[in-house]
């Protein structure tokens, strides 16, 4: 990841990561031989299993020491009005809200993202476990972050209460507030709070690449809408199946993954040749900024 530093430095409108999660275990992956068919059409060939990544570590400071160096390296690629987001499970959010503190500066905390999914239940003593946490991190507090506000539907209550155009609070003189009155001008909805509730992938899912960690494109097309424009450069330290890239792709927006694992770079590539993107075997040297990285 250094190496982007001469050509990426003070570029990078979003860096999204989505670490392993200290399990200290492997993942298998079993992903498709050839490119799905859009219509679906055809048999589907599977390769064998192979490892995806290796989330084995000595200990937490061995783990949070490896992410750390990689969240001082982004913090030299971002641009002034960047973000960082780092998603991560409860059990680990907490240290990585105290790393990216130490880096970023307290300032620049911006928010906690609640990502809350649906799941198969389990029998277990506990309270089952429906979220993950994603940290936003700004590069410069002092900078007018790059933010389009999201906007939830209202709810059937406020509609039939108040329709679907803006209000107007009315103070007359003396300071008083009367019933709001209704403008002509439709509203776009409730600005969008922080927990969001987006399904995970279905193991039937059209999107199903077979990479054990793979996010719901619906996730990642709320947060690059939400903190980048179009033209904007879009960074994955930890690609994974291309989940980001593909969503970036889509919306017209640079972007760069990376991953030490060959099985991401190959389920990658042939994920970003579904949106018409392909890439050739040619030296680092060569490549664009809209690129695939094989390894930090």
Known sequence: MRSLLPELAGKVTLAYLDPPFLTNRTFDAIVPSEVRPADRSGPLKARPRKVAFDDRWS?????LEALGQRLVLIRELLAPNG???????????????????????????????????RRWPSKTP??????????????????KPRFNTPYEPLAPSTVATWGTNKQRAVVLADGKRKRSETTS????????????????????????????SQKPEALLERLVDALTD??????????????????????????VGIDESDVAF???????????????????????????????
Do not use: C
């Not at 909805?189 to 987006?198: H, L, R, S, T």
């Not at 033209?231 to 972007?255: C, E, H, I, N, Q």
């Open 59 to 63: 200990g937490r400071a061995e783990y």
């Open 185 to 212: 001008e439709p509203t776009k909805g409730v600005p969008m709070g922080d927990v969001w509730e987006i399904g995970v992938l279905a193991p039937i899912s059209r999107e199903r690449t077979g990479y054990p």
């Open 83 to 117: 973000s960082v987001v780092v998603h991560i499970d409860p059990k680990t959010s907490h240290y990585v809200k105290v790393l990216g503190d130490e880096i970023f500066g307290d300032d620049s905390f911006a928010s906690e993202i609640i990502w809350r999914y």
């Open 230 to 255: 179009p033209g904007d450069v879009v960074l994955d330290p930890y690609m994974g199946s291309g989940t980001t890239l593909a969503v970036a792709a889509k919306r017209d927006r640079v972007f």
């Open 266 to 296: 190959d389920v990658t590539s042939q994920r970003l040749a579904q949106v018409g993107i392909r890439f050739g075997n040619e030296p680092a040297s060569a490549r664009t900024t809209r690129q695939v990285a094989r390894s930090a």
């Open 126 to 143: 506990n309270f089952q476990r429906v979220h993950d946490v994603l940290l936003r991190f700004r590069k410069d507090p002092k900078e």
